[in-house]
């Protein structure tokens, strides 16, 4: 078996389940989803306890979603959480007990005599729990509109007809904006949930969950939030982290150059070809920096989720430089993260030249602070973007 890049707990049958690890060491593998927009894969039929900590993230609506109506389905399936709650009315119909002072003064005030005032009990969904679960799915649809152009179109899609599963169950709970159900003691947990229904408790903790907008950690486990177990392509993931970062602030130091996604055809990506003539061969390295004033290519990153080792991997080396000559750029870097044993500094280096092509190694600590670390990646790209614009230029021209 070959995980392909992707962690997480992965039931293969009813009796042998595996849990696959990164291949390097991860301090908050949140922060990459985040940063990366990269959304993790649910497997509905394989539930999991997640421990909760930080924000919720973009990519965690359509999860979060697909948990809530999981839930919620269980709770059809085995019966909705009643409350009995008081009702007094005036009718000519009677049931329960009736009120004789009430009765007394509308037939002495107002000389009605064929109805009856009275009190009784009635069973009803619209109590704190399931009004809960009902502002969850309605807030979790908020938040899924003020980030949507986060959450790939797809997955938008998906979320809403869980959202509206989840709404749609709930006919006769009112949707309580003042959040006074987060004051209930079956909500907050200082009173048990009846053992009969102990199955709403996934739910509720996730409804919470939602509503306090946290985030949970998908890289161990913890005993405080069942969902569906989560795999992640971190693989994928790295690649648009690495990307991402460069696009930030720190990277964009200067107006002249855009950094663009290689994978993705123009206007929006930086997709080209690898011959200059002949056959066309499409070249797609993972990041691409372009000067906006000539169009030339004074840098690209090519990203490898594979822990940096002194001894170089020579198909890596020879993708990277046939795309540094294909754009006529004179820098090309790799970046990878660093392993758990590796000795290997962290930071940019050069490996060497390859006629006019610079090649060098960018590894990042990924068990590190993960803010700092890409602030000092996202500006070594961009020192090293900006010292090639003008080789590059004079390049093109030759």
Known sequence: MQAQGFIGLIPVNDRLTLE???RVPLANLSRILQVSGAAPI???HALRVYQT???????????????????VETIVDRGFLKEYERVDEVTSLPRGRIDMKTTMQRLTSRGVRHQVAITRWRRTVDQPVNRCLLYAAWRLSQYADEVSASIPLRHRRQLQLDLNYVANQFQGVRLDLSEHFLTDDLVTGRRKLPSLRSYYLPALDLAVAVIGKQAILLERSG??????????NLSAA????VRRAATSASANSTQDLEVLDGNLGAPAGGRGRLFHSGADVVATPDVVYRDRRD???PLLLEVKYKPAESELNRDDLNQAISYALAYRSPS???????GDTSLLPTGLSQLGRVASVTVWRYV????????????RMALAFSSLALSGSSGAALGAAS
């Not at 930080?54 to 999981?70: E, H």
């Not at 790295?238 to 982290?241: D, G, K, L, Q, T």
């Not at 990042?364 to 803010?371: K, Q, R, V």
């Open 20 to 22: 696959v690890v990164p």
């Open 332 to 338: 090309i870097v790799l970046v990878q993260p660093r």
């Open 295 to 297: 169009g030339t290519v």
């Open 364 to 375: 990042i600590d990924l068990s590190a602070d993960l803010l700092e670390g890409e602030n």
């Open 223 to 232: 005993n405080h939030l069942e969902l569906p177990s989560l795999i992640v």
């Open 42 to 44: 649910a497997l509905v």
């Open 238 to 241: 790295f690649e648009a982290y």
């Open 53 to 71: 900590e930080g924000a919720m993230y973009p990519s965690l609506a359509s999860v979060y979603a697909r948990g809530l109506r999981s839930a």
